[in-house]
């Protein structure tokens, strides 16, 4: 039994993120990061939402996981007052950010239409995701 002086052990397993489409996603960044597909459900074992995804790391850690949801609606970016806006974003650590940019256009990201202009667009640069989250490149 566990006491005050000895809580449980936990551990931050993976990170799910809603989505239209959890097919789309888990695609895109299983490309984008080299994972591979660990688990979904399917229509006879669903229990929610509209599909659901896992990917995991095969050097281990943190798993990616995507959960489809009738309701989603992607982020706007940048901000906006009484927009849906991001919950969540990744940074992606890179070795060449134009090479970078160009293979997450290639597995169907997108560059975000406005990136910050306090940051320098040779070492950060935002992205989109096929459901709309942004994330960011950097050097």
Do not use: N
Request: proline share 9%; with cysteine; aromatic share 8%.
């Amino acid at each position: 039994m566990k006491t005050q002086e000895s809580p449980p052990t936990l551990c931050l397993a993976s990170i799910c993120m809603d989505c239209a489409d959890a097919e789309v996603m888990a695609a895109f960044y299983s490309r984008l990061l080299g994972w591979e597909i660990a688990a979904r459900d399917t229509p006879e074992d669903r229990q929610g939402g509209a599909g659901w995804v896992s990917l995991r790391d095969p050097a281990g850690g943190i798993g990616l996981s995507f959960q489809a949801e009738a309701w989603y609606q992607p982020p706007v970016w940048p901000e906006e007052p009484g927009a849906q806006t991001k919950m969540i974003h990744f940074d992606i650590q890179v070795d060449d950010l134009a090479a970078a940019v160009a293979y997450v256009v290639a597995a169907g990201g997108r560059v975000a239409p406005h990136q910050p202009p306090d940051r320098d667009d040779g070492t950060l640069r935002v992205m989109l995701d096929p459901a709309g989250h942004p994330f960011c490149l950097f050097t």
